[in-house]
């Protein structure tokens, strides 16, 4: 699942090369992925972290708990260390980033296949390295101590979507945002709602600059 059809077309075509592989479809967001599940019945969906409307995280927890017979991989432009460990939470085995050839994406699709976590050695050595010494990983980034929901009006503000944009987006009240805004506040030790936009909007537009690189 990814919003951009020339990247979906260059992942269909360079799929189904392989002979153990047929694409049975593609959506472009998450609400379009979930009326798509019962129909195609894939066996590994790949899925983008940034999709129009609800996010990647979304879609994965949606699957997880509807299709919990599908295995799924992320393959996404934004910053492992903020969402790899994110999206093995929400249910996905692996975290592809796409400045990665298509012949890793494609052993990683293989690895999740067969019910193997699918890593970069850069992260599955973070991983195992906090693990071992058991350090919390909070402190992994600014945002890490977000949940998935947090994490996600957090991007939306920075992207400077008004409150009513992001309560429509995200099919939410108000007053949810309302509590939502103040728990990033309390967690990001923000004192006011200018604090957290200036925030938001600095550490989106790294991740984006960082993205339009790769």
Same mark, same amino acid.
């Given at each position: 699942? =990814?919003?951009? /059809?020339?990247? @979906?077309? %260059? $992942?269909?075509?360079?799929?189904?090369?392989?002979?153990?592989?047929?694409? &049975?479809?593609?959506?472009?967001?998450?609400?379009?992925?979930?009326?798509?599940?019962?129909?195609?019945?894939?066996?590994?969906?790949?899925? =983008?972290?940034? /999709?129009?409307? @609800?996010? %990647? $995280?979304?879609?994965?927890?949606?699957?997880?708990?509807?299709?919990?017979? &599908?295995?799924?991989?992320?393959?996404?432009?934004?910053?492992?260390?903020?969402?790899?460990?994110?999206?093995?939470?929400?249910?996905?085995?692996?975290?592809?980033?796409?400045?990665?050839?298509?012949?890793?994406?494609?052993?990683?699709?293989?690895?999740?296949?067969?019910?193997?976590?699918?890593?970069?050695?850069?992260?599955?050595?973070?991983?195992?390295?906090?693990?071992?010494?058991?350090?919390?990983?909070?402190?992994?980034?600014?945002?890490?101590?977000?949940?998935?929901?947090?994490?996600?009006?957090?991007?939306?503000?920075?992207?400077?979507?008004?409150?009513?944009?992001?309560?429509?987006?995200?099919?939410?009240?108000?007053?949810?945002?309302?509590?939502?805004?103040?728990?990033?506040?309390?967690?990001?030790?923000?004192?006011?709602?200018?604090?957290?936009?200036?925030?938001?909007?600095?550490?989106?537009?790294?991740?984006?600059?960082?993205?339009?690189?790769?």
């Amino acid at each position: 699942m =990814d919003d951009h /059809l020339a990247v @979906r077309e %260059g $992942l269909v075509w360079r799929l189904n090369r392989e002979p153990d592989f047929i694409v &049975c479809g593609e959506a472009t967001s998450s609400e379009e992925a979930l009326e798509k599940m019962p129909a195609l019945q894939p066996a590994v969906a790949v899925i =983008d972290i940034t /999709l129009p409307g @609800r996010d %990647g $995280l979304y879609l994965i927890e949606q699957i997880k708990l509807h299709h919990p017979t &599908c295995l799924m991989l992320a393959f996404s432009g934004r910053d492992e260390v903020v969402y790899a460990e994110r999206t093995l939470a929400a249910g996905a085995l692996g975290y592809v980033m796409k400045g990665e050839t298509s012949a890793q994406l494609v052993h990683a699709i293989r690895q999740v296949a067969t019910n193997e976590i699918a890593l970069s050695k850069t992260m599955s050595n973070r991983i195992l390295q906090r693990a071992t010494t058991q350090k919390p990983n909070a402190n992994l980034s600014v945002t890490g101590g977000l949940t998935n929901r947090e994490l996600e009006v957090f991007r939306l503000m920075g992207k400077r979507k008004s409150r009513s944009a992001i309560t429509k987006q995200l099919d939410i009240s108000p007053k949810t945002l309302g509590v939502h805004l103040a728990h990033i506040r309390k967690k990001l030790n923000l004192t006011t709602a200018c604090e957290l936009c200036q925030l938001t909007s600095e550490i989106v537009e790294a991740e984006d600059a960082g993205h339009s690189h790769k």
